[in-house]
């Protein structure tokens, strides 16, 4: 059983910055491909950033050169750096772990709101 808790949400100004939480348990490095994802309110759930056991990741076209996704195997935690934030990024963000048996995991989600 994989438990993702996600943190590092809030209210931010346009071209603000904030960076999002995802402490894995019991280990991130038995995981090998993580996610976020984000839902903006009559919208259907999309992936942002990914990123492999190997470090490879891969970006949405809308928050590539603003968003970094990178994983911490020593803290057991993902983390998304969102640079130049807009309010188009207003969502909620969610954590997302699939094992090597094909299961995938989903945290409860941290709400991300840019407005001046």
């Known amino acids: 059983q994989v438990q993702l808790v996600e943190s590092g949400g809030g209210l931010v100004q346009p071209g603000g910055t904030l960076r999002l939480s995802c402490a894995v348990s019991p280990s991130i490095i038995s995981i090998p491909a993580m996610a976020w994802y984000r839902q903006a309110p009559g919208k259907q759930r999309e992936v942002v950033a990914s990123i492999s056991s190997g470090g490879t990741t891969t970006y949405a076209d809308s928050v590539k050169g603003r968003f970094t996704v990178s994983r911490d195997n020593t803290k057991n935690t993902l983390y998304l750096q969102m640079n130049s934030l807009q309010p188009e990024d207003t969502a909620e963000y969610y954590c997302?772990?699939?094992?090597?048996?094909?299961?995938?995991?989903w945290g409860q989600g941290t709400q991300v709101t840019v407005s001046s």
């Open positions: 997302n772990a699939r094992t090597f048996f094909g299961i995938t995991y």
